[in-house]
């Protein structure tokens, strides 16, 4: 008989199952996001740890393990921490914990992936009995962002002593403040969640989590069908399809951005007219509508509405990006471009993408096959991450993919980035425009959060014409549930950011 | 159609009218074609015939083991009255091991390589001989009868622990007839028992299974192409040929006054030990191959007495005219009466050719066709080292005919592998036609396209001896091209031709592929493969042993013919005696490595002075 | 039959045998002819690091942080400044104290990361190889005792068809037929231990099973089909040798030779097999290990799964060549040749 | 003991059924793509579409046609695997007849490095080095044609071994013709036919392999109409489109036994005339 599921506890009417099992489509490998900071990494990291602040399914910043926190001046931020939190554990969350843990994204020994959040601050203490005091070198909007989840997770500082770069393994597991607490994880195969009572926040409805690494998509599928898990998080959208059918599948976006990247600087791509050639010659809708299904927005710019939260109105954002006016899809405009850059007859160009990013091979393929027809030749390869991401900042290629998870909810993350012209080391289309660069130098220091959005979009709108990236798609990601089960409390471009395990309810 | 005599009561095996057909390309083609014969009990009865006459066939079907694609058409097989063709399956296997027994040809296969001999004694003996008592009791029982089973047969107790690599070939037929023996059989077949042995072992196997049969007071059947082997040994011989028996009688009476033109060629054909004859009859042709055999005698094409009818009229046995009844002489020949006393054996004129003399001068290294002198080869392997040739000294003159002879494994073919260059020697001088090869490696290409008119080797087994994608134009015109350089086309057809026809081949044979000759044929290509290059000495290894008689007996003239046309020497290596008085000028005899004796042929077959040559001479088989 | 009674000698003892079956300096040669190729392959495993394009030390970095102190560390730590040679002896040394080096992705250590996963992956190895035994060797005993007739056909009809299927593809379709359709197993997962490891191990066993039962199919049906035509068994048959005897002890006895010798071979397959059975089923085993570690360049991690995979291969392949002179005798070293007694 | 076929008649009919399916894919694989210019026209507003009447097949996530892709991809399928048993003929033959016939030290080092490779598990090889070493298809495939070759090595070794021998190769030594001569000469053509059925069984396996190496990632560059890698792309439209990830699975299989068959029946036909 297929393995049966853990019957209903209460039957109907807001109850919970006992044990939910969830598919992931790939295997984590390590726990500790700092080890590995895959998008579903944090999915289960959130889960157990917290950070001093929380992020709202829509992106706003709120109280997290700081109840409060105060900016004294511009370079300084005191956080006064929740009273009676403990950890998973039973020991309380003192100052010195939080202390701890930054100090081991920032241990040199560790190479923490999240380090370079921390490059420019200059200390972190224990300021009282509850109160962390950080201090910067310079002003830095997108602080509160970096203490996050998304850049700390905080854990015991005797446990971070005591498994000092083992974080994370099957062996030392990780230790937290959140709504669940990890009781077992094989690499590769599986991760075990109990529920932790003893968390401040709302009582997570479901008491056993499983998490199976099923990296298969058929299999996964089956498995989906054949009830031996609830659900899945993270379906590719060419996948999720297939998955409606057999569950409940919400697709959310995910505020990433897949983005052509031209080098400024780089024959034949420093001639503005064989960028907009390239422009008109990608059907950024079709990409859309065939390669994702319709599952992602073709991007207007890097930051995906969602990004700027609480910056701006929606409605003042839309109203931009709007404006902004991409060449559209059109090869005679392509060709009379390209007639008229430096480069009539054509060229040869190589896009590379990622083994992990089917859909941009995809839009690759499809740009290529476009681009055919006006005489230039792309050729597509397809290459590892770790190769991709060593080619990104290597300045080879004129031509890249941009694919881009931002960790945060401010756009300044992306355009800082990409479009500062003293970026060098991101800076992959190497784009330097004073205007540009100066609204976002302008946008750093500017603490009032309209005139900061205000600012940023002026420097996107402004880039927009030079064409340093052509903006591909935003992305969505898809979760299936099984039709006994809802996340509840809204599905914005943040909900799996954070305990999104404890708003799973039966339906 | 041969019927079978009237004999008295049951005999133990009675064959009647037995017909096969291979069934395996669709149309049956006919294998046998109603042969009959009878075994009474304690009695010891011969078939000889040449190779593909079925005699192997005829015993497998005896036993129920024919091969797949064969499938009996007519007849009967009764063993003691009981019909074995209508017998189940079943109870037809019961009856092998325990009624009726099969000894097979090769003492080198018919023993499993990874079994001890006593296992495989003990797997044949019958389930109830040992008490019931279990276990330990009855595997000690078992290995006593083994160990009585060995000694039975000659063979020591320790034999039962080792495994059949570990023993010489005369001993794996020892043992291996034990366990043909183990079920104690009424009848034991024994199908070629001795052909893979050299003469000494041949007779013990044959003296053993002549005692055994007389202890055992079972019926033997021996199926050989030896003539010599079956007169020596059976009391009755059956003369089997195409699928068809021919003469049957008693073995004395066949051997002096055979009433079948067939049985008379064969005899005149076989060379004898004692006396050397100026020529050796040979029977022209071949045996007629399955599928084209016409409706009268098959042996019409080949018989010097043919007349119109024996082609159409089926055979028929009558008795041999003036022939006595019991046991009765019988031949299938239509002219038999008619012929008489024309079907005795051919007078042969004997010679008494010089050859050599003792005293004669030794030729200088430079003249003579061979020279060695302190050849040594050692072969080394993991289960030790193997002294093949100690010390050997042999001298081969120009236009001689030498015959070394020795037992399995004396060292001959080694010697002969070195003299072709295809092999080397530890030590020693070797000079070839004046060509001096070194000690200590294998000679390089150039050294051996000197050699190759110098000297050329013809080997045993004619089925190998062509490469069997060539047609023997081809072969003929590498062996040209190689020795001779490239000549024109006309004119390496012309060569081509003459060679084929020095060893009485027609010239359409150029146009043949191996496969379509028979054994006599391909060895008669391979001898003129060797005359293409004009060598001084031409070594035979063994190069008649693989053939029927009336083939070696074409062979051996055809040599000794192209050696007086020609003026090359021969080295000729052979484990028959009678074919050293008939062919050579001088005899060698090794043992064990070493040239134990040599001379003149006629002074060492005749007065023997090493005791290994006169086991040699002891061990031959006369009828 | 008046022969009188000879002295029987008693048969030789299990340990006289054994030792006479495995003469130690047979034995100390095959030790050191795998010891000789362990060292052979490990040394290409450890040139993989060479093999890798760009610096050796940016490569065991990993994509993050290649500060100078970073790559200084690791250079000091590998020992990269010195020759080649001398860095294989430091690695190998490592390797003898079992320090396979830490994870560039997991920051874990190589050995522990390696232990369940070895062990999963040597559990499905070892089901997926009873399969394929189970399967194939009745199977090839069955096709050759009915050469070139309609079972002989259907047999190797089914061999040539498990052999042609790429592992992933049946893996998929077994699931969807026993998993989905039927519910029988389940479809993906590696199971709690005990019973439930067993039932989960089912499917991917029989998928892996299947991809190399052929092999082993074709091994064995020759392998009989040149034993059935020995002249020994015909010998065997000819006096009344039961038809039992004859299959078990004279034609699968002659068969074992060179399908063990084979087997060994078979281990290559199945090896290679895990790796696509492993994905499929969602398993952690050691290819999925293997195929992350290449896809993330994480070299201690493919380095040490690599030997690990040539150890098994060398040690199945040692197995082999010692099961050789126990099933064949000739090639033990000789005893001396008894005489004949007359 | 010979034993001999009962029937010949479904075997040939078999065989004949192979050789058909062979030539119309050889006829696939070098005419394909002219026979079919539109192969690679993308439709990306179709998306992976459900088979109907102008797409037999349907379509992929880029909107071309599969069942034009699945012609047009048989030469790049095949090519590679011939590539790889070709190469894999060529080095075998020519090592395979060096060790055999010059015996000694050459053999043995050949013999001990064919033994090695022959027992490495191919698919992982050439997985750690093509992945480790970055060269993509080109080295795969050059992987493994030196993993495929010990086969070839060891057959054509032993076949000469076997032969090298045999009276009618010495009497071609005695003649004083070169050892070269000799092998390639006498002794290959005979080992000649044992080799081509190897070469086909080769073939089948190299076709299964290389779309394994598609399915983890490491096959042919990515658009190319390549059966393992339609497969391994279209995997996910499984339970969509069935027909998108069935029909190149079908179509490997499909190859894989037609070659797999008419190997095996050569290697028989070899056999028997070896024995008669
Ligand atoms: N399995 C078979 N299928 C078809 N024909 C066969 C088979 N076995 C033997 N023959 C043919 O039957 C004929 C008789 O064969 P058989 O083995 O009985 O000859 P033989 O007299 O024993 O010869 P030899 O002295 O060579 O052993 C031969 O022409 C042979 O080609
Ligand atoms: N290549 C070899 N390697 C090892 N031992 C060999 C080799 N060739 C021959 N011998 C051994 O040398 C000895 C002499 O063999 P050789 O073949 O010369 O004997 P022979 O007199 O021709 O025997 P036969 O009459 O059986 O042909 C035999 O014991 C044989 O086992
Ligand atoms: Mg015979
Ligand atoms: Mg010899």
């Known amino acids: ?507 | 159609m041969a019927v079978s005599a009237p004999v008295p009561a049951t005999p133990l095996l009675a064959v009647e009218g037995l017909r096969l057909a291979a069934t395996a390309s669709g149309t049956p083609v006919p294998l046998l074609d109603g042969v009959s014969l009878t075994v009474g009990r304690g009695e010891s009865v011969a078939i000889v015939g040449e190779s593909g006459s079925g005699k192997s066939l005829t015993m497998r079907a005896a036993m129920g083991l024919l091969p797949d694609g064969v499938e009996v058409t007519g007849g009967t097989v009764r063993l003691d009255g009981t019909d074995l063709g209508t017998l189940p399956p079943r109870e037809r296997a019961a009856l092998r091991g325990h009624r009726m027994s099969l000894l097979l040809q090769d003492p080198f296969t018919m023993l499993h390589p990874q079994l001890t001999c006593g296992r495989q004694i003990a797997d044949g003996l019958r389930p109830g001989f040992a008490a019931p008592g279990g276990g330990r009791a009855r595997r000690a029982a078992v290995r006593a009868e083994v160990v009585r089973r060995l000694a039975e047969v000659g063979l020591d107790a320790a034999v039962a622990d080792r495994h059949p690599h570990e023993l010489s070939g005369g001993m794996r037929q020892r043992v291996a007839t034990a366990a043909a023996l183990a079920g104690d059989p009424d009848l034991l077949i024994a199908d070629e028992p001795t052909t893979a042995l050299d003469a000494a072992n041949r007779r013990a196997v044959l003296d053993l299974l002549g005692e055994l049969r007389a202890r055992r007071g079972m019926g033997l059947v021996l199926v050989t192409h030896d003539l010599r082997a079956a007169f020596s040994a059976g009391d009755r011989v059956h003369v089997l040929y195409a699928g068809q028996i021919l003469e049957q009688g008693p073995a004395t009476r066949l051997h002096t006054v055979p009433g079948h033109p067939y049985t008379a060629a064969l005899l005149a054909a076989e060379p004898s030990l004692t006396e050397r004859y100026a020529e050796l009859p040979a029977l022209p042709g071949s045996v007629p191959p399955p599928g084209s055999r016409g409706s009268g005698c098959p042996f019409a094409d080949r018989c010097p007495h043919t007349a119109g009818l024996c082609r159409t009229t089926p055979l028929l046995a009558t008795p041999v005219p003036g022939a006595p009844q019991d046991p009765p002489h019988l031949t299938a020949c239509l002219r038999a009466a008619e012929l008489g006393p024309g079907l005795a054996p051919v007078r042969r004129t004997v010679v008494e050719r010089g050859g050599e003399e003792e005293g004669d001068p030794e030729p200088a290294p430079e003249q003579a066709a061979l020279h060695l002198r302190g050849l040594h080869r050692v072969f080394r392997s993991p289960a030790g080292d193997h002294t093949a040739l100690h010390e050997v000294d042999l001298t081969v003159r120009r236009g001689q005919i030498v015959a070394l002879a020795g037992e399995s494994g004396s060292g001959k073919t080694t010697l002969a592998r070195i003299a072709a260059g295809l092999e080397s020697a530890d030590r020693g001088t070797c000079v070839v036609g004046g060509v001096p090869l070194t000690a200590g490696r294998r000679p390089t290409t150039a050294e051996r396209r000197r050699l190759a008119s110098r000297v050329q080797i013809v080997f045993q087994d004619p089925y190998s001896s062509l490469n069997p994608l060539r047609d023997v134009g081809a072969t003929l015109r590498e062996a040209l091209t190689a020795t001779r350089g490239r000549l024109p086309r006309a004119e390496a057809d012309a060569e081509v031709a003459r060679l084929l026809d020095q060893v009485r081949l027609p010239a359409s044979y150029a146009r043949r592929r191996p496969a379509a000759l028979s054994g006599g044929e391909r060895q008669r290509v391979a001898v003129a493969r060797a005359l293409a290059a004009r060598p001084e000495l031409l070594i035979c290894d063994e190069a008649v042993a693989a053939l029927d008689v009336s083939v070696q007996a074409q062979l051996l003239s055809l040599l000794g013919q192209l050696r007086d046309s020609e003026g090359f020497a021969v080295l000729f290596i052979t484990h028959d005696l009678a074919v050293v008085r008939q062919l050579a000028d001088r005899a060698v005899v090794m043992h064990r490595g070493r040239v134990v004796e040599q001379g003149p042929a006629a002074r060492v077959l005749d007065r023997p002075e090493h005791p290994w040559t006169r086991r040699m001479l002891d061990g031959h088989l006369t009828p | ?342 | ?276």
């Open chain 4, 1 to 276: 003991m010979t034993r001999v076929r009962r029937s010949r008649r479904p075997g040939r009919l078999l065989t004949a059924a192979c050789a058909t399916v062979l030539a119309l894919l050889a006829l696939a694989a070098c005419f394909g793509t002219a026979l079919l210019p539109g192969w690679d026209r993308q439709d990306l507003a179709l998306g992976a579409a459900m088979p109907d009447a102008t797409h037999w097949l349907g379509t992929d996530a880029l909107g071309r046609d599969i069942a034009q892709l699945l012609v047009a991809g048989a030469r790049s399928t095949l090519a590679g695997a011939a590539l790889v048993a070709l190469g894999a003929m060529v080095l075998g033959n020519a090592l395979g007849l060096l060790a055999g016939y010059l015996g000694g030290r050459v053999d043995a080092v050949v013999h001990r490095l064919a033994d090695l490779l022959l027992a490495l598990p191919a698919l992982l090889v050439t997985l750690v080095v093509a992945g480790i070493g970055g060269g993509g298809y080109a080295l795969a495939v050059g992987v493994l044609v030196v993993l495929t070759s010990p086969g070839d090595i060891r057959l054509v070794r032993s076949a000469v071994r076997e032969q090298r021998h045999l009276p009618y190769v010495e009497a071609a030594e005695t003649l004083g013709l070169s050892r070269a001569t000799v092998a390639v000469r006498h002794i290959w053509p005979n080992v000649l036919p044992v080799v081509v059925a190897n070469t086909l069984l080769n073939f089948a396996g190299a076709v299964v392999s290389l779309s394994a190496l598609s399915f983890l990632g490491l096959g042919v560059p990515p658009g190319a109409p390549d059966w393992g890698r339609l497969l391994a792309d279209n995997r996910t439209l499984l339970y969509d489109n069935p027909s998108a990830a069935l029909a190149p699975a079908l179509l490997i299989v499909v190859a894989a036994v037609a070659l797999n068959l008419l190997g095996d029946r050569l290697h028989e036909a070899f056999t028997d005339r070896g024995r008669s």
């Open chain 3, 1 to 342: 039959m008046s022969t009188p009674p000879p002295p029987v000698p008693p048969a030789p003892g299990v340990a006289a045998r054994l030792g006479a079956a495995l003469p130690p300096r047979y034995v100390a040669r095959r030790l050191a002819g795998t010891a000789v190729l362990l060292v052979v392959l490990s040394a290409a495993v450890f040139a993989l690091l060479q093999l890798a394009p760009g610096d050796p030390a940016r490569t065991l970095l990993g994509a993050r942080g290649a500060t100078p102190e970073a790559l200084a560390e690791v250079r000091a730590r590998h020992h990269l400044d010195q020759p080649v040679l001398v860095q294989y002896g430091h690695w190998l040394g490592d390797l003898l104290r079992l320090d396979l080096g830490t994870s560039i992705r997991t920051g874990e250590s190589v050995a522990s990361a390696l232990g369940d996963r070895a062990l999963l992956t040597c559990q499905l190895v070892g089901l997926g190889f009873a399969t394929a035994l189970l399967l194939g060797l009745p199977l090839g005993v069955l096709a050759a005792f009915r050469e070139r007739r309609p079972t002989d056909r259907a047999v190797q009809g089914l061999g040539v068809v498990t052999l042609s299927t790429p592992a992933f593809a049946s893996g998929l379709a077994l699931i969807y037929v026993c998993a989905l359709m039927l519910g029988w197993f389940p479809a993906y997962g590696a199971g709690e231990g005990g019973l439930d490891r067993l039932r989960h191990l089912v499917l991917p066993a029989v998928t892996l099973g299947l991809a190399v039962m052929a092999v082993l199919l074709k091994l064995t049906r020759a392998a009989v089909v040149r034993e059935l035509a020995r002249d020994h068994v015909t010998f065997a048959r000819a006096r009344g040798v039961g038809p039992r005897t004859v299959l078990f002890r004279y034609v699968l006895r002659g068969a074992a030779v060179p399908v063990t010798a084979g087997a060994a071979l078979v281990l290559a397959y199945l090896l290679a097999g895990t790796v696509m059975v492993e994905t499929v089923f969602a398993l952690p085993g050691l290819g999925p290990l293997l195929v992350d570690s290449i896809t993330f360049r994480d070299l201690p991690v493919v380095q040490a799964v690599a030997l690990a995979v040539a150890t098994l291969v060398c040690l199945a392949n040692l197995a082999a060549d010692l099961a050789q002179p126990l099933l064949d005798p000739r090639l033990r070293t000789p005893a001396p040749t008894p005489k004949a007694a007359r």
């Open chain 1, 1 to 507: 008989a297929p393995p049966r599921r853990e019957e209903d506890e209460g039957g109907q009417g807001g109850a919970s199952p006992e044990k939910v099992t969830l598919a992931l489509p790939s295997s984590l490998s390590s726990l500790d996001v700092g080890r590995e900071s895959g998008t579903l990494n944090y999915a289960v990291a959130c889960l157990v740890q917290e950070g001093l602040l929380s992020v709202s399914p829509d992106g706003e910043l709120r109280p997290g393990l700081a109840a409060r926190w105060t900016q004294p001046d511009e370079r300084t931020y005191v956080f006064t921490l929740r009273r009676g939190v403990t950890f998973s554990d039973g020991t309380p969350l003192t100052p010195d914990d939080v202390v701890a843990s930054v100090e081991a994204i920032r241990d040199p020994k560790n190479t923490n992936a999240l380090a370079y959040l921390y490059a420019h601050v200059t200390s972190v203490k224990v300021t009282g009995d509850l109160e962390v005091t950080v201090r910067l070198k310079k002003p830095d909007a997108l602080f509160l962002w970096t203490v996050s989840p998304s850049g700390l997770l905080v854990s015991s500082r005797a446990f971070l002593k005591r498994h000092r770069g083992e974080v994370g393994t099957g062996k030392t597991l990780l230790l937290g403040t959140g709504a669940y607490r990890v009781t077992g994880f094989a690499a590769d195969d599986h991760v075990l969640l109990e529920r932790n009572d003893a968390w401040w926040g709302e009582k997570p409805g479901v008491r056993t989590l499983k998490l199976d690494f099923v990296p298969d998509a058929g299999t996964r599928l089956v498995a989906m069908k054949s009830g031996a898990v609830d659900g899945a998080l993270g379906l590719a959208s060419d996948e999720a399809r297939g998955w409606e059918s057999a569950a409940e599948v919400t697709y959310t976006e995910d505020r990433s951005v897949v983005a052509l990247a031209f080098d400024t600087g780089k024959a034949p791509f420093d001639d503005p007219r064989v960028r907009r050639a390239v422009a008109h010659a990608a059907d950024r809708a079709g990409m859309a509508e065939g390669i994702l299904h319709g599952k992602a927005q073709v991007a207007a710019a890097l930051p995906s509405p969602g990004m700027w939260g609480d910056l701006l109105p929606a409605e003042q954002v839309t109203a931009a990006y709007d404006r902004i006016a991409l060449p559209a899809h059109d090869l005679a405009a392509a060709r009379k471009e390209l007639a008229a850059s430096g480069h009539p007859d054509g060229f040869t160009a190589e896009l590379h993408y990622p083994g992990s990013g089917p859909q941009l091979g995809k839009a690759a393929l499809a740009l290529a096959a476009e681009l055919k027809k006006i005489g230039v030749t792309l050729k597509v390869e397809e290459i590892t991450l770790e190769q991709w991401i060593a080619e990104l900042g290597s300045g080879k290629f004129p031509l890249q993919f941009l694919w881009y998870f931002p960790t945060t909810g401010d756009p300044a993350e992306l355009l800082d980035a990409y479009l500062h012209g003293e970026a060098e080391a991101t800076n992959i289309a190497r784009y330097d425009q004073a205007k540009v660069t100066g609204a976002l130098k302008a946008a750093t220091t500017e603490t009032d959060s309209g005139k900061r959005g205000a600012l940023l979009l002026e420097a996107v709108t402004e880039a927009a014409g030079d064409l340093p990236y052509l903006p591909l798609w935003w992305a969505s990601t898809a979760t299936a549930l099984s039709g006994r089960l809802a996340l509840g409390g809204g599905d914005g471009p943040f909900a799996l950011t954070g305990p999104w395990a404890a708003r799973l309810r039966s339906s």
